[in-house]
């Protein structure tokens, strides 16, 4: 297998069709093939981790290559800007959060949603019992550290639609600091820091947790999204991106030791220290954010309508945008993703 940061190429058979059970497919009809592969970046949040399982799988599996699609996985990171990553050109495609992609759109930038992956918010503030934290209005005046960058306009729309008002410090991406007690609350994720905190000796009695989906709070996260150009120039890539990405993670759900197993490839990769069963707990509740446990909460690879007014609503009363942005005009999900 190549690494990550290098291409795969290969010719997508025409007329080819995938035919996994359950799967997602693009478009009334099959698009035609190019005579050569078609070259695409997707930029990824963050570092190698089961946050993208679904596509290292296909990526691994060839999933993009069979559909005539030459892709190059970049990290993301602390370092890297998604947004500004994409208005320049360095990537043209990438993982945004709802929250993220609105927030650029009201600033001008002519982002595209194509298709949605998480359809739930794994965001929590986790305070100290023993420090008198056991209600969100606890947090009022208290010291809590957050993320900072693109992670913090969901925390802030969070405080303010609740109406708290804490001593926000910034986070740095470590949970140190509220494991040494120097702040009251911090921010983490259900699938990342959440389960952590466990692995570093903390009991779960010992937390108050706060998960924003439980307060009418859903901002949904991991979404594929480009610029409107690269959708007039390129439709057909983009619905292959999505379609492809989709099958990634419909068989990291079916097979999920396998899954690791290509996840943990990569972690090694890009020397990053965790470990196996931290890596499983994230898959697993990324899985459960992918796919509803019930019919009627989302549909797979669609953006909920009734979560994305929400988010809407919450992102102008807090300041964030101006005004309701209909979501026939910053979606083509429906171009690009068809339920089965």
């Known amino acids: 297998m190549t690494r990550l940061v290098q291409p795969l190429r290969s010719v997508f058979l025409a007329g080819a069709l995938w035919s996994l059970g359950g799967s997602l ?43 005539g699609l030459e892709v190059t996985l970049l990290r993301g990171g602390p370092d890297r800007d998604q947004v500004q990553d994409l208005k320049e050109g360095r990537t043209e495609f990438t993982l945004l ?7 650029a759109r009201a600033q001008g930038e002519p982002i595209l949603h ?17 420090r008198g934290v056991q209600s969100l209005k606890d947090l009022d005046g208290r010291r809590v550290s957050i993320w900072g960058g693109s992670f913090r306009p969901a925390f802030t729309t969070f405080f303010r639609a609740q109406g708290v008002k804490p001593d926000i410090l910034t986070q ?4 140190n600091l509220f494991l040494l007690r120097g702040v009251d609350a911090c921010s983490v994720m259900r699938y990342n820091e959440y389960h952590m905190l466990y692995q570093c000796g903390v009991e779960r009695h010992e937390l108050t947790t706060f998960f924003l989906s439980d307060y009418d709070c859903p901002l949904p996260e991991d979404g594929l999204y480009c610029m409107e150009k690269t ?89 964030l945008i101006r005004k309701e942005l209909p979501l026939d005009s910053f979606s083509v999900q429906e171009d690009c993703v068809r339920a089965p």
Not at 114 to 130: E, F, M, P, T
Request: some cysteine.
């Open 172 to 175: 740095n991406f470590s949970i």
């Open 114 to 130: 194509l298709g949605q992956v998480v359809n739930r918010s794994n965001l929590a503030i986790v305070g100290w019992k023993d």
């Open 231 to 319: 959708f007039r120039e390129r439709p057909a890539v983009c619905r292959a991106l999505v379609e492809a990405s989709m099958e990634g993670w419909r068989y990291a759900a079916e097979h999920r030791e396998e899954a690791l197993d290509i996840v943990m490839k990569q972690v090694r990769q890009g020397h990053i220290p965790a470990n196996r069963s931290h890596m499983r707990w994230m898959l697993d509740t990324m899985i459960d954010s992918i796919f509803p446990a019930r019919p009627s909460d989302w549909q797979v690879g669609l953006l909920n309508r009734e979560a994305y007014q929400k988010t809407v609503a919450i992102l102008k009363q807090a300041g």
């Open 25 to 67: 497919a693009v478009g009334a009809a099959e698009p035609a093939v190019p005579s050569k592969p078609e070259s695409a970046t997707l930029m990824l949040l963050w570092t190698p981790q089961s946050q993208f399982a679904g596509y290292y799988v296909a990526l691994e599996k060839g999933f993009f290559r069979k559909r």
């Open 97 to 103: 959060w709802l929250p993220t992609a609105l927030s």
